[in-house]
C-alpha cells in the first residue's frame, strides 16, 4: 500500500499552519514557482519550518545548483523572521559548506559538488550557526538534513518509483556508499534512460527493482535538477509503460535550537540493532543495506567491544543466513544406491549473543537448538567433544557415504574456523532388514559466535 494521499494531505495541513506567522521578508523578490506535474507529497511541501524562542527559520526544500567562482554548488534558501547579523555553517568538529547572508533576513547555504556534497546526501547533518540583530536570544544553531529524492512524476500509473533514493552499505572494490531507489513495476525488464545519472537496474523479485548510484552518477542525475530520467518497462502482462521522475536534492528535515549543537544534537552511535545485523551477514557479505542506512553501518564496522554497544544479554540464538553452505549439503548427499544410502537435510545456523552475560558454552548451545526443535533427542545420549573429536562422526570424515572433510572445509569457511566446541549424536532407528542411523551435530564458534547444525541419517541393507 503507497500513502501518497495521505502524506499529501498531513504536508498540506502543515504548511497551512506553518504559515500563519510572518516568515518571509516582504522586501526579498519573489522567486517564481516551478511548473510540475503530479509531484509526490514532499514536493508539494516547497518549504520546511522550524521555531525556537523568538526565530522562526524556514529553508526552500528544494536544492539547485549554481556555478560560483568556477565550482557547481548546491544552494540551499532560507529565510528568517529576524534581522540576520551572522551565519556558518560546519560539520561536528568541521567547517562544511558556506553560508552566506543575502539579504536582512535571508540566508544561502552553499555545498560544493565532490566531497563536501556527497557527505551530507549521504546523511551527515549540516549544522547553520543563525546570528540575530534582534529577539531574545540572538544566537542560535539549525540543523538540516538533504537527501535525494524524486518528484515530478508523469506517466504511467504501472510504474511506481519510490520517492527516496537511500544511501546504503554497499561494496564493490574501493567504493561502499551507494545510493539505492526502488521501482515497483509487474515487468520482465526495466530501463531507465536520462542524459546522464542513469542508475544500474537489478531486479529483487517480481514486481521489484533496485536503481543503484555511485556518488558521481548521481550527481550527473540531480544536477541540472530541471533533467529527468524516463522508466521504461516491459509489463508481464504484455505491452510497455512509461513514466518520467526528476531527481533533486531536498532539504528533508530542519531543527532549530538555543543550546549547544553538540550537546542537543551528539553523534549517533552503533546501535545494537544494527551490530548484531552486520555480525551476522555471511562471510564475504558486500551488500549491507538490510542492517540500515550507510550511516547506521558505518558506525558498527570498528566496534571493537560488542559491549560498549548493548547491555549483557542471556544466551540465546538468533538464526542467520547458512544458504551458503547448500552446494557443500548437496555434495555429501550424493552417492546412494540401493545397498546403502545417507542424507544430510538442509543446515541451519544461529549466531549467540555479542555482549553474552556469561560465555557461552555448547552445553548451553545444544539446550537452546533443542528449545526451537521438538523433534530434537535428548542431549544426553550425545558426546560433547572438539575439533578433533569430529573424527567420531560420518559427518565430517571421508567414507563410503559423503565427502565429510569438504563438508568441514565448507562449514569452517561459513564460520570462521578456529577452536570448536561440538555435540555429536548418532542412534539406530527401526528398518526392517536394514541398519539406518540418525547422526546429528552442533557446532559451536566462539570466535565468531556461530552455531551450525546438522541433521542426517545414513543406512545399509542387511
Same mark, same amino acid.
Given at each position: 500500500m503507497h500513502f501518497r494521499t495521505l502524506g499529501l494531505t498531513g504536508l498540506l495541513a502543515l504548511a497551512a499552519t506553518a504559515c500563519s506567522g510572518p516568515v518571509s521578508d516582504p522586501a526579498a523578490p519573489q522567486v517564481p514557482e516551478e511548473s510540475t506535474g503530479t509531484t509526490t507529497a514532499a514536493a508539494t511541501a516547497e518549504r520546511i519550518y522550524?521555531?525556537?524562542?523568538?526565530?522562526?527559520? /524556514?529553508?526552500?526544500?528544494?536544492?539547485?545548483?549554481?556555478?560560483?567562482?568556477? %565550482? $557547481?554548488?548546491? =544552494?540551499?534558501?532560507?529565510?528568517?523572521n529576524r534581522y540576520l547579523s551572522n551565519v556558518f555553517s560546519y560539520v561536528p568538529d568541521d567547517a562544511f559548506g558556506q553560508a552566506n547572508i543575502i539579504s536582512e533576513r535571508r540566508l544561502e547555504v552553499l555545498l560544493p559538488e565532490g566531497h563536501e556534497l556527497n /557527505? +551530507?546526501?549521504?546523511?551527515? *547533518?549540516?549544522? =547553520?550557526? =543563525?546570528?540575530?540583530?534582534?529577539?531574545?536570544?540572538?544566537?542560535?544553531?539549525?540543523?538540516i538534513e538533504v537527501a535525494p529524492r524524486?518528484?515530478?512524476? $508523469?506517466?504511467?500509473? /504501472?510504474?511506481? %518509483?519510490?520517492?527516496?533514493?537511500?544511501?546504503? #552499505?554497499v561494496v564493490n572494490g574501493n567504493e561502499s556508499l551507494m545510493y539505492r531507489g526502488s521501482a515497483n513495476v509487474a515487468a520482465s525488464s526495466l530501463t531507465v534512460t536520462a542524459p546522464d545519472g542513469v542508475p544500474t537496474v537489478s531486479r529483487v523479485d517480481a514486481?521489484?527493482?533496485?536503481?543503484?548510484?555511485?556518488?558521481?552518477?548521481? #550527481?550527473?542525475? +540531480?544536477? *541540472? @535538477?530541471?533533467? &529527468?530520467?524516463?522508466?521504461? &518497462?516491459?509489463?508481464?502482462?504484455?505491452?510497455?509503460?512509461?513514466k518520467t521522475g526528476r531527481l533533486v536534492a531536498r532539504v528533508t528535515s530542519l531543527a532549530l535550537t538555543t543550546g549547544d549543537a553538540y550537546d542537543v544534537w551528539p553523534s549517533p552511535t552503533c546501535q545494537p540493532a544494527v551490530y548484531d545485523c552486520v555480525q551476522n551477514q555471511p562471510t564475504g557479505t558486500t551488500d549491507f543495506s538490510a542492517c540500515g542506512t550507510y550511516r547506521d553501518v558505518t558506525r558498527c564496522l570498528y566496534v571493537a567491544n560488542a559491549c560498549d554497544v548493548g547491555q549483557p544479554q542471556p544466551l540465546s540464538l538468533t538464526s542467520i543466513n547458512a544458504a551458503s553452505l547448500e552446494p557443500a549439503r548437496a555434495t555429501w548427499n550424493l552417492g546412494s544406491n540401493s545397498g546403502a544410502w545417507h542424507g544430510l537435510s538442509p543446515i541451519t545456523a544461529f549466531r549467540t549473543p555479542s555482549c553474552p552475560? /556469561?560465555?557461552p558454552t555448547i552445553q548451553g548451545v545444544v539446550a537452546k537448538v533443542a528449545e526451537q526443535d521438538q523433534g530434537f533427542p535428548d542431549p544426553a545420549y550425545g558426546t560433547y567433544t572438539n575439533r578433533a573429536g569430529l573424527s567420531q562422526s560420518i559427518l565430517f570424515t571421508n567414507n563410503y557415504y559423503g565427502d565429510g572433510a569438504a563438508l568441514l572445509q565448507a562449514i569452517d569457511a561459513f564460520a570462521g574456523g578456529g577452536d570448536i566446541q561440538a555435540w555429536l549424536y548418532t542412534a539406530g532407528v527401526p528398518c526392517p532388514n536394514c @541398519?539406518?542411523?540418525?547422526? $546429528?551435530? =552442533?557446532? #559451536? #564458534? *566462539?570466535?565468531?559466535?556461530?552455531v551450525v547444525v546438522l541433521d542426517g541419517y545414513y543406512g545399509y541393507d542387511s
Open positions: 522550524a521555531t525556537n524562542a523568538s526565530l522562526e527559520l /524556514s529553508f526552500e526544500t528544494l536544492g539547485t545548483f549554481e556555478t560560483r567562482n568556477g %565550482v $557547481r554548488m548546491l =544552494v540551499l534558501h532560507a529565510t528568517a /557527505s +551530507i546526501l549521504a546523511g551527515l *547533518p549540516l549544522f =547553520v550557526t =543563525v546570528d540575530t540583530n534582534t529577539g531574545t536570544p540572538t544566537h542560535y544553531t539549525a540543523k524524486f518528484y515530478d512524476f $508523469r506517466g504511467s500509473s /504501472s510504474v511506481w %518509483v519510490e520517492e527516496a533514493v537511500t544511501p546504503r #552499505y514486481d521489484t527493482f533496485n536503481l543503484d548510484w555511485r556518488y558521481n552518477a548521481l #550527481y550527473q542525475a +540531480i544536477d *541540472p @535538477h530541471t533533467q &529527468a530520467l524516463t522508466f521504461t &518497462a516491459a509489463l508481464s502482462s504484455g505491452g510497455t509503460a512509461q552475560a /556469561s560465555p @541398519h539406518e542411523f540418525d547422526t $546429528r551435530a =552442533v557446532l #559451536y #564458534y *566462539p570466535a565468531s559466535r556461530k
